[in-house]
């Protein structure tokens, strides 16, 4: 690693830091990094720092166009979602977002997070128990609960989130929580109403399952689908023009290039994750017939 690469991650560092109150809340926000380890890269300690754990802070604290070549392109969706997440953190408001499996949810999550303050963004996994999931919420909030009870994280994690100025819980597919985690956000909701914005992220899968729930009286699928506002905010499709788009910005800008690019993307009804693989499939192609005319030529 470079020192050009690990200036931009201290000063990325520096930037994350100071969304906290304290370095050390902030470094409990990271998956296995210390307060040292923090503490050692923003003061220029670097010696004994490897480049993995470099790579690991990196990953956590930068947004994805930060760490690649990569260039995030402002799609329908992205635009969409962005509105959504901050209205939802200046009214104090819950929203669920649903939209296309590859439509771009996590990646501007991450990007919206890395430009605003108080906002804790939440993977969630099937495999998920309350204890699971109450703790990550006390990570991302800033603090460490090993030994504590969970109703003791739970409350102090939520005591946490009340006393800042406009804090934003986003749950990145939550269609995943199995349903005795589910049942969790009446509680954390009803506790946190109108002093924290709340925003779940997932496919449209989210809808019929609710509405089953709701159809067959399950216990809280109805609180949790009134909490939402018995709606879903849903997400435009990605289309043509935003694949044309994405090409144009990392650097594939020829028509017929292009249109194999979406051509590709619409069999996998525009899955961002096979448009990226298509774009660097064509450069590849491009890159590869230039050496041969070069080699031919010499």
Not at 10 to 30: D, T
Not at 61 to 82: D, N
Request: overall charge positive.
């Amino acid at each position: 690693m470079t020192q050009e690469e690990r200036n931009k991650i201290i000063e990325a560092l520096r930037v994350y830091v100071a969304k906290y109150p304290s370095q050390n809340k902030a470094a409990a926000s990271l998956n296995g990094v210390s307060p040292a380890t923090v503490s050692a890269m923003i003061n220029g300690r670097h010696e004994s720092i490897s480049d993995d754990m470099w790579r690991n802070v990196a990953s956590q604290i930068m947004a994805p166009s930060a760490t690649s070549e990569w260039q995030i392109v402002e799609t329908r969706a992205f635009q969409e979602i962005f509105l959504a997440l901050q209205d939802a953190q200046d009214n104090k408001s819950v929203r669920w977002i649903t939209g296309d499996a590859g439509c771009g949810k996590t990646t501007t999550a991450g990007i919206y997070a890395s430009e605003h303050r108080e906002v804790f963004t939440v993977l969630c996994d099937e495999d998920m128990r309350k204890g699971d999931f109450v703790r990550e919420i006390a990570r991302k909030v800033g603090f460490r609960s090993a030994g504590m009870r969970i109703r003791d994280i739970l409350d102090t994690a939520i005591e946490r989130i009340m006393q800042m100025d406009s804090p934003l819980l986003v749950f990145d597919e939550g269609d995943k929580l199995n349903d005795n985690v589910f049942h969790y956000f009446i509680n954390i909701y009803n506790r946190l109403e109108g002093k924290c914005g709340i925003v779940f992220m997932s496919t449209s899968y989210i809808r019929h399952r609710i509405e089953r729930g709701v159809s067959a009286n399950r216990k809280g699928y109805n609180e949790i689908y009134s909490r939402i506002g018995r709606r879903f905010f849903e997400l435009d499709p990605t289309g043509r023009a935003d694949v044309a788009a994405i090409c144009q910005a990392n650097g594939l800008t020829e028509e017929r290039h292009v249109k194999n690019v979406i051509t590709a993307a619409e069999k996998s009804d525009f899955d961002l994750r096979c448009v990226k693989g298509a774009i660097h499939r064509e450069k590849k192609l491009i890159e590869t017939k230039a050496a041969n005319r070069r080699s031919k030529a010499s």
